[in-house]
């Protein structure tokens, strides 16, 4: 009997994830189909333009790369080719990464070296 109840609950759970994955697909397609139907089929980077035959390479890029943000004026979505999307990507995780160390890294040899020069200078003044 538990055995039984169990292979049913795990067939629910199963119809759940795949019901989510679905909407999520639909959720995809949905969006993909208005920003195509609203924006010229040009990449808003490097200006390629699009027809039905390499419609695949056009993708729709996420302006706050926040995929369920789908405003219904399209404010969020802009039409970038596949290889403009990945660029576009990989600045915004090398911007989040590495920006803050080097902005410490700026500031620490803006602002340390000096003084510290200056602190030994002013010492080598006034105990001279
Ligand atoms: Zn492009
Ligand atoms: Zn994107």
């Keep these: 009997m538990?055995?039984?109840?169990?292979m049913i609950d795990n067939g629910k759970l199963d119809r759940v994830v795949a019901d989510a994955r679905r909407a999520a697909e639909r959720r995809e397609l949905d969006y993909r189909e208005r920003a195509l139907k609203m924006y010229p089929w040009v990449c808003g980077r490097c200006a390629r333009e699009f027809?039905?035959?390499?419609?695949?390479?056009?993708?729709?890029?996420?302006?706050?790369?926040?995929?369920?943000?789908?405003?219904?004026?399209?404010?969020?979505?802009?039409?970038?080719c596949v290889y403009c999307?990945?660029?576009?990507?990989?600045?915004?995780?090398?911007?989040?990464?590495?920006?803050?160390?080097?902005?410490?890294?700026?500031?620490?040899?803006?602002?340390?070296?000096?003084?510290?020069d200056l602190k030994a200078l002013l010492k080598a003044r006034s105990g001279g």
Excluded: M, Q
């Design 2 to 6: 538990a055995k039984t109840r169990s």
């Design 51 to 80: 027809t039905r035959a390499n419609l695949s390479e056009l993708t729709v890029h996420h302006r706050n790369h926040d995929h369920d943000f789908n405003p219904p004026d399209g404010s969020n979505w802009e039409l970038l």
């Design 85 to 116: 999307h990945d660029n576009e990507h990989s600045r915004y995780i090398d911007n989040i990464s590495t920006d803050p160390a080097r902005a410490e890294d700026a500031r620490a040899t803006a602002t340390t070296n000096p003084f510290a």
